[in-house]
């Protein structure tokens, strides 16, 4: 009796570890992958961070990206740069330009991962600036130098964002060339550090001369406005208003703008903040589907608003005189960006063809999209003039959003809302 039920356990344990076995197999957690960093320097740490270090310098970020055309997943450099250029195939997180003595830069924030990648506008070779992980940052607003950003990142739980501000500092014993790392990954000479906006930001907006950002957060129930530096310090609060569901611009150094956010349903105003006096003063409105754009000398508005015949309808405001002119291009405000040097200059993603629909709701929410064209109208003439047919220009359909110029109005950046990657538009030589 004995030796048959001693072959009946012994079966019975191999059955058993057999089906733990599959099971674990099929139905375990599997392996976690995660994106690699040397293991002496950790992912972004928004919580809790040390200290910061003191910012790297311009010049320093300058020579290791000349010293570095190109590094690890980058394009190599030589031919001929196009007037319509492909920055970033994949999507971006936003963008900062700055010009320098020789050439313009801009810098961009990749939305998978978080590495900060360079483009100059006279050589086609990208470099990776920074590879520390951060990733999901869907939108950005850049210093003047681009050694420094707030950014809206997305929590994969929630989906409600967290705002943080980081800095591109030199690794500890980093030189000016890319190296390999432990793991093989190739280590990058700076890294990003930095940490957490206080919580419920509802907006922000850099400063003019891109030394300061503005923010405004939800505090209950009311929306409260606040200054401070770049890496966070030099918080000063400035106004509280019932107002929370809002875009904001800081366009003019004493001068903050400030529209509900527009909808077909809701008529919207436009505000200006003075933030020496602290006074309040209606620009526009009551709007339905209000959008705008302030030139960056405060002078003029470039207004959108909901048509009656399912279109939109854009003007151009005289803030001194108060009156309004027909901007002759039909597009919403959020497809436009101001010159920063020709400051009565508006330049303008506007639809080939026109699009019926709720607008802006429906260009919002993804229910329709446009085919565009760049236009650029004279807010004190009145002249337009068609700068590009990008449509024709291009691999694919652009619906152009963000958009943004360098300091001297050379290079036109934006966004293909289609697919969220970044382009430059050389104005010089479209002209």
């Avoid at 009946?8 to 099971?23: C, D, P, Q, R, T």
């Avoid at 801009?106 to 360079?118: A, F, K, L, S, Y």
Wanted: hydrophobic share 40%; net charge neutral.
């Amino acid at each position: 009796m004995k030796k048959l039920l001693i072959p009946s356990i012994i079966a019975l344990l191999l059955l058993a570890v057999g089906f733990a076995y599959f099971y674990f197999f099929f139905h375990g957690p599997g392996a976690t992958l995660t994106a690699p960093t040397a293991s002496s320097q950790p992912g972004f740490t928004p919580f809790g961070r040390p200290p910061l270090a003191a910012s790297t310098s311009q010049s320093e970020l300058h020579s290791y990206s000349s010293a570095t055309s190109t590094t690890f997943g980058t394009s190599a450099t030589g031919g001929t740069i196009p007037a319509l250029r492909l920055l970033s195939s994949t999507p971006v997180g936003g963008y900062g330009a700055s010009t320098t003595a020789s050439t313009t830069v801009v810098r961009w924030i990749d939305r998978g991962r978080g590495n900060i990648i360079e483009a100059r506008e006279d050589d086609l070779g990208l470099t990776t600036i920074s590879n520390t992980v951060l990733p999901r940052i869907y939108e950005s607003a850049w210093n003047k130098n681009l050694t420094s950003f707030v950014g809206g990142m997305l929590e994969t739980d929630t989906g409600i964002p967290t705002f943080v501000y980081a800095n591109i500092v030199k690794r500890p014993g980093g030189s000016s060339a890319a190296s390999s790392t432990s793991t093989g990954v190739e280590s990058t000479p700076f890294e990003l550090k930095g940490g957490s906006l206080p919580a419920d930001v509802i907006a922000f907006a850099p400063s003019p001369d891109g030394s300061k950002i503005f923010f405004m957060t939800k505090e209950s129930g009311y929306g409260v406005g606040y200054i401070a530096n770049y890496d966070g310090s030099g918080m000063k609060r400035i106004f509280s208003t019932p107002l929370t569901q809002v875009n904001v611009e800081w366009p003019v150094a004493d001068t903050l703008a400030i529209a509900t956010k527009g909808s077909a349903t809701e008529a919207g105003f436009l505000y200006f903040f003075d933030i020496k006096t602290g006074a309040w003063k209606k620009i526009a409105g009551p709007l339905l589907g209000l959008s705008a754009r302030v030139s960056h000398d405060g002078k003029y508005v470039l207004l959108s608003s909901t048509g009656t015949a399912k279109d939109v309808l854009t003007a151009i405001y005289n803030v001194s005189k108060g009156t309004y002119t027909d901007a002759v291009i039909r597009t919403l405000a959020d497809k436009c960006a101001w010159g920063n040097f020709y400051q009565d200059i508006v330049y303008c993603a506007v639809p080939s063809q026109p699009v019926p629909g709720t607008y802006p709701d429906d260009w919002y929410t993804g229910t329709l999209s446009t085919v565009d064209k760049i236009w650029q109208e004279n807010a004190q003439t009145g002249e337009i003039h068609l700068i590009s047919s990008i449509v024709d220009q291009s691999d694919r359909v652009i619906d152009a959003f963000n958009l943004g110029l360098d300091r001297k109005d050379q290079y036109l950046f934006f966004m293909n809302k289609n697919d969220l990657t970044l382009w430059s538009l050389d104005l010089v030589a479209s002209q």
